[in-house]
């Protein structure tokens, strides 16, 4: 089945910065991958998604890139704020297959330090 | 509000117990995925259900078992419960699984504590 990995698992950076995290998947049938935010206490949130004909999607301070031969994909946060301190996740799944389950990374905790 | 409605809040157990986590999907979902967040662990896969039959199992325990009725409703009933269970159990809907317009919403979620 699918495995999702997710990098770094913490990420400390100042107001104002950018912010990257990667993830790479395993299983090459795996055609969309959704990102979500998760503030503490709160339920995952979905922030920005690519489809893998995509290799890149842009949402404001949002992007999402998407190596399908290299099977991975990153998040990228510019001019980051101090609201953007949550828990990222990535996620992978099969779009149009018989399932469509979500195999989620196991989430990067961003700080951002004012 | 992401539609999606879990209850109860909260639960606390003792080891040994069975309990049972209800969700109801937004409006117009057919499809239901459980998820178990642990500290360590992520958002860990369980069980998805679409449209009254199970569609994909993921690393959930012979413990731990689910459904989904037929006003499409879904319960997970988790058994002989241990201290590991301890976990925040994340219900999510959606529409259509096997089409990219329809993201997963994330209910807020049912606190496990197990004593």
């Known amino acids: 089945g699918e495995n999702v990995e997710q990098h770094p698992s913490t990420l400390s950076v100042q107001e104002g910065d950018s912010a990257v995290i990667k993830c790479t998947y395993s299983d090459s049938a795996s055609n969309y991958f959704p990102w979500y935010k998760q503030e503490l206490g709160k339920r995952p949130q979905l922030i920005i998604d690519i489809r893998s004909n995509v290799g890149e999607k842009k949402d404001q301070r949002i992007a999402v890139t998407l190596n399908k031969t290299a099977k991975h994909f990153s998040l990228h946060i510019t001019e980051t704020q101090p609201e953007d301190s949550a828990v990222y996740f990535c996620a992978a799944s099969i779009v149009g297959g018989s399932q469509g389950n979500l195999i989620f990374g196991k989430g990067t905790k961003l700080s951002v330090k004012p | 509000d992401s539609g999606v409605t879990q209850t109860p809040k909260h639960l606390i157990t003792a080891t040994g117990q069975r309990v049972t986590l209800r969700c109801s999907p937004r409006?117009?979902?057919?499809?239901v995925y459980w998820y178990q967040q642990s500290l360590d662990q992520g958002l860990q896969f369980l069980i998805q259900y679409y449209n009254g039959e199970e569609r994909a199992k993921g690393n959930i325990l012979e413990r731990f078992s689910a459904q989904q009725f037929p006003d499409l409703h879904s319960e997970l009933n988790l058994s002989s419960l241990e201290l590991g269970d301890s976990a925040l159990y994340f219900c999510a809907s959606s529409v259509d699984p096997f089409s990219y317009n329809s993201p997963l919403h994330f209910g807020n979620g049912t606190r496990l504590t197990v004593t």
């Open positions: 409006s117009g979902d057919l499809s």
